[in-house]
């Protein structure tokens, strides 16, 4: 049973790290003139609504995107600020886009997007808006084996679980490496918290140790509550872009200093 729902959470400071990084691998693959896959494996519902219920109970949206809006913490021409708001002039001020809707604004007409959903509810909202890509109800990770290699071969898989079943921390270096086998040449993301209790780290170390080259980038800041075992966020990163590096290193120090 499923009962994370990311309207809780868009647009917190994890989702801008994440997707600071996501946009600025988009703008890079989508540079050359060939076409590519985009794949996500835990798509969530792909429109949020920051002047909703859930965004308010929180606040975590106002402590992240608002504040960093506020306090100009991204040039104007970062592609994910580009993209924020270009998908605002057309959803609305409010709104905030999950992953889909940013991978989206770069994707040209001969791209392909694969997106999974397991929650029917976030999976319905998902359908709504995503016109673009192939949509599956079902486990990210079996979408993942199933499509790749995709096609076109080129492209980008973004793997970002809710991290609610207990087992998900130490299966994922398993299934990144079956999916790895299948498809060498993917750019493979990975979204993790970084916990109080350290949980995350075997799964980061057994990644590093399988793929030493990888890019790993870690954001720190306070804890949304009180208490709260997230206090920062990570990104890995195989097969990164060329340039992806720079603006993981720029971030790390943006959050550095401000957050
Ligand atoms: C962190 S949210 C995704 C947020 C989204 N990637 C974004 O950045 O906008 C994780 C999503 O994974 C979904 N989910 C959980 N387990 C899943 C599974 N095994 N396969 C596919 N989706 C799953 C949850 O319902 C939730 O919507």
Redesign the pocket.
């Known amino acids: 049973m499923?009962s994370?729902q990311?309207a809780y959470h868009?647009g917190n400071l994890a989702?801008l790290h994440?997707?600071a990084l996501l946009a600025s691998a988009m703008e890079y693959l989508t540079r050359k003139d060939k076409p590519l896959s985009y794949l996500?494996?835990?798509?969530?519902?792909g429109l949020y609504r920051l002047d909703g219920a859930e965004a308010r109970k929180t606040g975590e949206a106002a402590a992240g995107i608002e504040r960093a809006l506020a306090e100009g913490w991204l040039p104007a021409d970062h592609p994910l600020m580009r993209a924020l708001h270009a998908i605002r002039a057309t959803r609305g001020p409010d709104s905030y886009p999950?992953?889909p809707l940013i991978a989206a604004h770069f994707l040209r007409p001969d791209d392909r997007a694969y997106l999974?959903?397991?929650?029917p509810a976030?999976h319905d909202a998902l359908w709504q808006i995503s016109g673009f890509a192939t949509l599956h109800q079902r486990?990210?990770?079996e979408m993942a084996q199933a499509v790749c290699p995709p096609n076109p071969r080129r492209g980008m898989l973004?793997i970002?679980?809710?991290f609610?079943v207990k087992t998900d921390y130490a299966d994922i270096p398993r299934h990144i490496a079956k999916i790895v086998r299948k498809w060498n040449v993917g750019v493979i993301a990975l979204w993790y918290p970084i916990l109080t209790d350290e949980r995350h780290l075997p799964m980061t170390r057994a990644l590093m140790a399988d793929h030493p080259d990888a890019l790993s980038s870690e954001v720190r800041f306070p804890p949304a509550r009180p208490g709260h075992a997230m206090v920062g966020s990570g990104m890995w990163i195989l097969n990164a872009p060329w340039g992806l590096a720079d603006e993981a290193r720029s971030l790390e120090t943006i959050f550095a200093e401000r957050a």
């Not at 996500?40 to 519902?45: F, I, P």
């Not at 999974?116 to 929650?119: D, G, I, P, T, V």
């Open positions: 499923l994370y990311h868009a989702d994440k997707h996500e494996t835990h798509a969530g519902r999950g992953s999974a959903e397991l929650h976030e486990d990210g990770f973004l970002d679980p809710s609610e």
